[in-house]
């Protein structure tokens, strides 16, 4: 889910969910499949977020735990942050669902892209000149097309510091059959109504070691005995430097 807004005024964050198109009985007994034609109504959906996020933020607000700071300070009044929430509601907030082209594999791929790296990769990064930051952005509002932006570096880190998290806040939450407390019985339940066996991971290769040092080496390349042969180059250049001690 991405509620939308200006992408010049903040980093566009986003709420990713997956859900199962399924699940238990309530007694436990079978499984229940959702229907092939509808899953989810979108656009309801994406009202009853758009409240629930919004009447969270008014609680917080009233409980005296947001903090403002640069070109938010001005919403630290309350007549300010009430404004601030009616134009909330006047935006519509997109729920993008759709099958997955590749698969459930395709979309874990995809999410893992977003939940393991930073909120700005280093190939955005244009320059950095009179403590002012450039960097690219795409304008989604006009077909994607690409753009540079700049910023003061106090601005720059404020962005930046919106997707580091409070702490005792975790990134990934699971519910339902993947809660911690249940996981294990719950997804071993639902293979067995479904007869489906659990995939086991692939063995991993056994560690090369460096004679010399001992440490783990990675394979670079793999050579055959002819290669070795035709490019006496590759032979080191003291081949009695390195042995190994077989005692």
């Known amino acids: 889910m991405a509620a939308q807004g200006e992408t010049g005024n903040l980093f566009r964050r986003r709420v990713h969910y997956i859900v199962p198109a399924g699940g238990l009985a309530l007694d436990g007994s079978g499984w229940i499949d959702s229907s092939r034609r509808f899953f989810l109504p979108v656009h309801a959906l994406s009202r009853v977020f758009r409240g629930k996020f919004s009447e969270q933020l008014r609680e917080l607000f009233q409980q005296d735990r947001l903090r403002f700071h640069g070109s938010l300070e001005q919403l630290a009044s309350p007549g300010a942050f009430s404004n ?13 669902a759709k099958p997955p082209f590749g698969g459930a594999e395709h979309v874990l791929n995809y999410l893992a892209r977003y939940t393991h790296r930073v909120a700005i990769s280093n190939h955005r990064l244009v320059g950095f000149e009179n403590d002012r930051v450039s960097f690219r952005w795409r304008d989604y509002a006009h077909g994607g097309k690409k753009k540079v932006m700049t910023v003061s570096a106090h601005e ?46 692939p063995p991993e290769p056994p560690n090369l070691r460096c004679p010399a040092c001992s440490g783990i080496m990675l394979v670079v390349e793999r050579l055959t005995r002819g290669q070795l042969y035709f490019h006496p180059s590759l032979f080191p250049a003291e081949p009695g430097r390195y042995s190994v001690d077989s005692s």
Do not use: T
């Open 156 to 201: 720059f880190l404020r962005r930046f510091l919106l997707h580091v998290l409070p702490g005792g806040l975790v990134r990934i939450r699971h519910f339902g059959l993947f809660a911690n407390r249940r996981r294990s019985a719950a997804l071993e339940r639902c293979r067995a109504l479904l007869g489906m066996v659990a995939a086991v991971d």
């Open 84 to 96: 601030f929430l009616r134009q909330l509601f006047r935006q519509d907030w997109v729920v993008y």
